[in-house]
């Protein structure tokens, strides 16, 4: 009468132990060997991994890099901007490099009407959980924007939230040029102005968009 051999983990590992003591080479396979030796198939892996690199440093080709959450969620709202005729987006860098891009803003009504305003969008790899940093490269007459080109919009501060996307921010910088607000200036002389006499505030906005040197105390001179 035949007999079934049943081994369990434990005394595999006994007896390979008594093996040893012994003097003697173990032949038995464990059908548990995976889970007394956890970091074989680790270490296989990462041998993998390792030739696959090498091989490819010696095609001279670049490993493939792993986007992060913040490219992937970027991607995904650039392939979905809805923005207006007088909005565009660029990449300076090429398209494989997302996370810095610019965006140029063409008003056609409001006191900035006929203009042309450059910002760069520089965005964070934990995107959308931070806004990106949005800086306007075009020197403007504007109480919501300062000389350095920072800017003064709710969804870059405190409003922003991760369901927010590129194209409510693309948004609320064109409605920054179609209606200024004077009630949360960067630019405190422009904010007043606009505020006391919206007709001087226009004459303003026009002569620095030309590039006609100092309005108040700030040089709008283009070179």
Request: hydrophobic residues 30%; contains cysteine; proline residues 6%.
């Amino acid at each position: 009468m035949g007999h079934t051999l049943s081994l369990s983990c434990e005394s595999v590992i006994i007896s390979r132990n008594q093996q040893k003591e012994d003097g003697e080479t173990s032949s038995i396979q464990s059908p548990c060997s995976s889970a007394v030796f956890p970091r074989a198939g680790v270490m296989i892996r990462l041998f993998k991994v390792k030739e696959k690199h090498r091989e490819l440093a010696e095609n001279g080709k670049t490993p493939i890099k792993k986007q992060s959450a913040g490219e992937l969620r970027l991607h995904k709202d650039i392939s979905e901007l809805n923005l207006p005729k007088t909005c565009s987006i660029s990449f300076p860098n090429g398209k494989d490099y997302l996370m810095n891009f610019q965006v140029t803003i063409r008003p056609r009504e409001g006191y900035y009407r006929g203009g042309l305003f450059l910002f760069s969008f520089e965005v964070s790899p934990i995107y959308p959980h931070e806004a990106p940093k949005v800086k306007c490269k075009t020197k403007v007459y504007h109480p919501n924007i300062d000389m350095e080109g920072n800017v003064c919009l709710n969804v870059l501060r405190e409003d922003w939230k991760p369901v927010l996307n590129i194209n409510t921010i693309v948004y609320g910088l064109y409605h920054l040029f179609t209606e200024p607000n004077h009630e949360d200036p960067l630019n405190s002389e422009a904010a007043e102005v606009l505020r006391d006499n919206p007709k001087m505030f226009e004459s303003n906005v026009k002569k620095a968009m030309a590039g006609g040197g100092y309005v108040g105390n700030n040089n709008y001179y283009f070179t």
